[in-house]
């Protein structure tokens, strides 16, 4: 199988968004996005095996109140999920994103079009740089296959938020905890993403795909179908000192 963290809303309008081992086979997930436990859109990803390394793509849309967001993306990655070539688009509360991104020598180019300005970005290159758009599976599922290959070292978030930057991520490994996956009981590992200085909370399963993840944004999460989380188990509080006995009230 291939094994395989989101970014604040603050900036979205003005330009949101921004990518183990290999496997010859097709690989998807469908998740729906919430917010506080809310159904607020839904979000999914697909990888194809091909000669070159791996084919994906990703589609998101979110509608609430304040934020009307559709995110489709392609890629084209590496045999060790490298990226060669990126497509974007996005619309944001009515305002069209388009990104194209690819590596040029030793740096990662951005070509940038938001609110009717074009811009290009040059960024340092990094050999297990994930391209992070907000609320894709996809480029969490591409991170988790990348932290297997590296153990959990060198790895970089791309985020092209403004003009684009590229960001540190450090990735730690919690206690594994438990769920259901289609009623099933599985194994769950929980790492924890720190991206720019938020965190994103990840679950995967026994294969390291991508069940859940608790975005930075207030409240978000998305949540594969099919997947229960169950809640880790807790010590039982001490039981309370007896009460002194007390008159019954009147009346």
């Not at 608790?214 to 179908?225: C, H, M, Y």
């Amino acid at each position: 199988m291939r094994f395989r963290t989101p970014i604040s809303l603050i900036g979205l309008i003005a330009l949101v968004l921004v990518g183990a081992s290999s496997a010859a086979v097709a690989q998807t997930g469908s998740f729906a996005v919430s917010q506080n436990g809310k159904p607020v859109g839904t979000a999914s990803f697909n990888f194809v095996s091909t000669p070159a390394g791996y084919d994906s793509t990703s589609i998101v849309h979110v509608d609430m109140q304040g934020l009307n967001y559709q995110l489709s993306k392609t890629e084209m990655l590496s045999p060790s999920n490298g990226l060669l070539h990126v497509q974007l688009s996005a619309i944001v509360n009515n305002s069209a994103v388009n990104v194209v991104a690819r590596p040029d020598a030793a740096q990662f180019l951005l070509n940038i079009s938001a609110n009717g300005r074009a811009s290009t970005t040059r960024l340092d290159a990094h050999n297990f740089a994930v391209f992070l758009p907000d609320f894709d599976p996809g480029a969490l599922e591409t991170l988790l296959a990348m932290a297997v290959s590296t153990n959990n070292r060198d790895l970089w978030a791309i985020i092209p938020k403004q003009a684009g930057t590229i960001e540190p991520i450090q990735l730690a490994t919690y206690p594994d905890e438990q769920g259901t996956l289609d009623a099933k009981p599985v194994t769950v590992h929980h790492l924890v993403a720190t991206i720019a200085g938020s965190t994103t909370d990840l679950f995967a399963g026994p294969e390291n795909q991508l069940l859940q993840a608790e975005l930075p944004q207030e409240g978000f999460a998305l949540v594969r179908n099919g997947f229960v989380l169950t809640p880790p188990t807790k010590p039982l509080a001490p039981p309370p000192a007896p009460a002194t006995a007390s008159p019954s009230p009147t009346g």
